[in-house]
Structures are given as structure tokens and as C-alpha cells.
């Protein structure tokens, strides 16, 4: 499973990209908004940093303003890992049969069902956002459209990816690559906390302080 970091801020993108581990990163508006920067040059700055996909998402509702705004993005951040990120509204899929027709990659976003995400994938997305936590927290189990997105895309043998988004905890993390999610996209916290366990910092810390009692002579190699 691919992992991404769900953010705009451009700290936590290079530090998880020092890792080894990062392959692409997704915004969405309002996490570019809570870095207060101008969003060309976010999106712009991140795509330099990770190889991989990066999603930047348009802010229009009608279909011709959404294909218009997608271009644009495309243009103006010149970067060839951009995806444009489309909301599952009616008005988004011409928006994603136009665009991927022209070869744009597309994220289609706010995905709550997998209805939605057939729709999404027929139109010609090259993935799917399912918003896990956002279903979890209205007593839906998130996890479930990804289980049945995986079914519906391998009976029919859609390339689109499923990446499952909103995602929360490490559990989710886990539970996403058990459904074989393509992709799950985590805040940093998230990211942080995948590497975490008190085992593994009491078993150094044990593992040191034998090796400390060692004489000098015999710690050499
Ligand atoms: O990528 C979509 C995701 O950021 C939504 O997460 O936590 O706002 O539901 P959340």
C-alpha cells in the first residue's frame, strides 16, 4: 500500500520524505488554508519535493468552471506529478470524463459510497477518495466502502486507484491495507504514530544498557 501524507505544510512533507517512505502527498482547501499561503506556490513547492502524485483541489461547482480551474492548476504549477483533485458532485463527473479524456490525472474527492466510486471510476478517475473518519463519525463504519469498493473494482478490473482518506488513527492504517486499499493518506500525527511502540523503546533501551556493562575491550569488533 502506497502511503501519503494528508497536508499543505511543507515542514512535515520534507521530514516524512527524509523517511524513505513517502509517495505522494493530498490537500484539500482547508488544509491549504491553514498555512495561510498562496496555493500555486504550495502545490508547486511540494511537488518538488515528492516524486510521487500530489493533489491540488479545484474550488469551482459547475462542470466547465471545474475543467477551466483544473487546467489551470496544471499550467501554472508545471509540475508533471500534479492530480486534480474533483468533488463526486454531479457537475464533477463531466469534469472527470473531460479532463482524464486529456490525459489529466484525477482524484475524485468526497467519496461516501461506493456507488459514488463506480461512478467516479466509469467517468475515468485514476482514483477514488473514500472519507473514512468522516463516516466513522457519524456511526457508519468507514472502513466498509473501502472493503466494497476493492469488490466492485476488481469484478470489473478498474484501474482506479482506491485511496482511503480522513483517515484518523493507526488502526484505520492498518484496516485500509487489510481491504487493499491502493493508497491511505494520513495527517502526520497519523504517520508519526505507525512508527511508535513502547516495546520497541524499552527493548533499546534494555539492549544499550546491557551493552554498556560490557568491558571496554570486548565491545570492540
Ligand atoms: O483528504 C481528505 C481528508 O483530509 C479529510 O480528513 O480528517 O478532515 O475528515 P478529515
Redesign the pocket.
Known amino acids: 500500500m502506497k502511503i501519503f501524507l494528508?497536508t499543505a505544510n511543507v515542514k512535515e512533507i520534507r521530514e516524512a520524505a527524509g523517511w524513505g517512505i513517502l509517495d505522494g502527498v493530498?490537500?484539500?482547501p482547508?488544509?491549504v488554508a491553514k498555512e495561510g499561503r498562496d496555493f500555486l506556490e504550495v502545490v508547486r513547492e511540494i511537488c518538488a519535493i515528492v516524486p510521487g502524485p500530489v493533489?491540488a483541489e479545484v474550488v469551482s461547482t459547475t462542470a466547465d468552471e471545474m475543467i477551466k480551474e483544473g487546467r489551470d492548476i496544471l499550467r501554472r504549477v508545471g509540475a508533471p506529478n500534479v492530480v486534480i483533485?474533483i468533488p463526486m458532485i454531479r457537475e464533477g463527473l463531466r469534469a472527470i470524463k473531460t479532463l482524464s479524456s486529456e490525459g489529466v490525472k484525477i482524484n475524485t474527492?468526497?467519496i461516501f459510497s461506493p456507488s459514488q466510486a463506480l461512478l467516479a471510476a466509469k467517468a475515468g478517475a485514476a482514483m477514488v477518495?473514500p472519507?473514512?473518519?468522516?463516516l466513522d463519525?457519524i456511526s457508519q463504519v468507514g472502513m466498509e466502502i473501502v472493503r466494497d469498493i476493492r469488490t466492485i473494482f476488481d469484478n470489473y478490473d478498474f484501474k482506479c486507484e482506491i485511496?482511503a482518506?480522513?483517515?484518523?488513527h493507526p488502526v484505520h492504517v492498518v484496516e485500509a491495507a487489510r481491504m487493499g486499499a491502493d493508497i491511505a493518506?494520513l495527517?502526520f500525527a497519523v504517520l508519526e504514530a505507525l512508527i511508535k511502540h513502547p516495546l520497541t523503546d524499552i527493548g533499546l533501551q534494555k539492549f544499550l544498557k546491557d551493552w554498556e556493562k560490557m568491558p571496554q575491550q570486548a565491545r570492540k569488533a
Not at 131 to 134: L, T
Not at 165 to 168: E, P, T, V
Open positions: 494528508d493530498t490537500t484539500n482547508s488544509l493533489s483533485k474527492t468526497l477518495s472519507f473514512v473518519g468522516r463519525d485511496l482518506a480522513s483517515i484518523r493518506t495527517p
